[in-house]
């Protein structure tokens, strides 16, 4: 699976642009604020088909324009697979193979990529609505019915906070918020019980040896003392009515995975109040490649990396291991102005050229992908 090329028309920086992506590893280079970044979320806009910086995709039309229109071929075991996306302040149209879209989960499924950034560390000690929307992209984009219950979780409770604004008790709602709820929060556990192990593994592969040791946990609000057993509706409900008052008062339901975190520790200590800068970034590029390991398993394809300057400030060894995880993907797009860098650890890459919203492709000698 790969990306075998990308057509801009006012997305972003970009009036029109023409790409196309021969070689495995392609370098977005250029000085800062020129449109690298851009072209990555471009990239990442036709797998995921939304932008992970803007909340609205109105943000992603070019300044004075009236639409952006994105267009990539995607080849999946030698078949070509074109993509049209029209996006405009009336609403949005997109097709595969001259076709309506049928799913986005699923071909977000089929053609998945990672997105790598400095901001990643945002994940560590952000809010924990960060923390579960990440996590909740994730499950859906593994499995469709994560993401139907997640939307049945989500409607519902929008309908149980209504009825409390309006002075009800909400309880109407609180069976089928118990049912959605439990599913989600024992799909949450299960999946971090999957990869902690391989997450811990990856951690000692950026750590010295005698660190603080890396661990993921689930905290259940207001349940903090849970163990490990599963959330049954039963408990679910009860945790409900013992805060009924509290949302009465509050107009808003307190209790459930909405409310949920998703804890980053070194040893039994949360990263957000007591890992240093470089620590924090080290402890999500270990979980960025546990999660890259674990969708290749579970979709049955690596993805494809999409890596916007996560290089600097880190020493040799570091460098070198995140370089050797993107060897393992399909493809790359590094967005980066240090080239001598990428140069030194990859060798044979495409590069562009970025300058002023327009990319240029320059002369080099490239592995081409077989």
Same mark, same amino acid.
């Given at each position: ?13 970009? %009036? ?67 993509? %049209? #996306? ?19 989960? @699923?071909?977000? @499924? ?52 209504? =009825? ?46 005698? =660190? ?15 163990? +490990?057993? +599963? ?17 009465? %008062? ?67 060894? @570091? ?34 050229? #970025? ?16």
């Amino acid at each position: 699976m790969r990306l075998s090329s990308l057509h801009l028309v006012h997305f972003r920086s970009y %009036a029109s642009c023409d790409l196309a992506f021969p070689a495995r590893y392609n370098l977005f280079t250029g000085a800062n604020g020129q449109g690298k970044t851009n072209l990555i979320e471009a990239i990442y806009y036709c797998s995921a088909l939304r932008s992970f910086r803007a909340h609205n995709a109105q943000d992603c039309i070019q300044h004075g324009r009236p639409f952006f229109h994105l267009q990539a071929e995607w080849e999946d075991d030698a078949v070509r697979h074109d993509l %049209a #996306i029209h996006h405009a302040p009336s609403g949005r149209t997109i097709r595969l193979d001259q076709k309506p879209l049928p799913s986005a989960r @699923r071909h977000a @499924r089929r053609f998945p990529v990672l997105f790598l950034s400095p901001q990643d560390t945002a994940l560590a000690w952000g809010a924990p609505a960060l923390r579960r929307d990440w996590f909740d992209r994730l499950l859906s984009l593994m499995k469709d019915s994560y993401g139907e219950t997640l939307a049945s979780y989500e409607k519902t409770l929008r309908q149980r906070n209504r =009825e409390l604004k309006q002075g009800g008790t909400g309880e109407l709602w609180n069976g089928p918020l118990a049912e959605a709820g439990c599913r989600l929060v024992n799909a949450r556990r299960s999946f971090l019980a999957a990869v902690r192990t391989r997450f811990q593994a990856a951690f000692h592969r950026f750590f010295e040896p005698g =660190e603080a040791v890396g661990d993921l946990a689930y905290l259940i609000r207001h349940d903090e003392d849970r163990g +490990p057993e +599963p959330l049954d509706e039963a408990r679910f409900l009860e945790r409900l009515a013992s805060c009924a008052a509290r949302d009465r %008062a509050t107009a808003t339901t307190g209790f459930g995975p909405h409310k949920d975190d998703f804890a980053f520790l070194l040893g039994d200590r949360p990263v957000r109040e007591h890992a240093s800068q470089g620590q924090t970034r080290l402890f999500v590029y270990a979980l960025q490649w546990t999660v890259h390991e674990y969708l290749a398993r579970a979709l049955g394809r690596r993805p494809i990396l999409l890596v916007d300057d996560i290089f600097s400030d880190l020493d040799e060894k @570091r460098t070198q291991l995140l370089f050797e995880g993107l060897r393992e993907a399909p493809q790359v797009f590094i967005a980066s102005a240090n080239e001598v860098l990428v140069r030194a650890w990859l060798g044979d890459y495409e590069r562009f050229e #970025i300058r002023g919203g327009s990319a240029q492709a320059m002369a080099r000698p490239v592995h081409v992908l077989e």
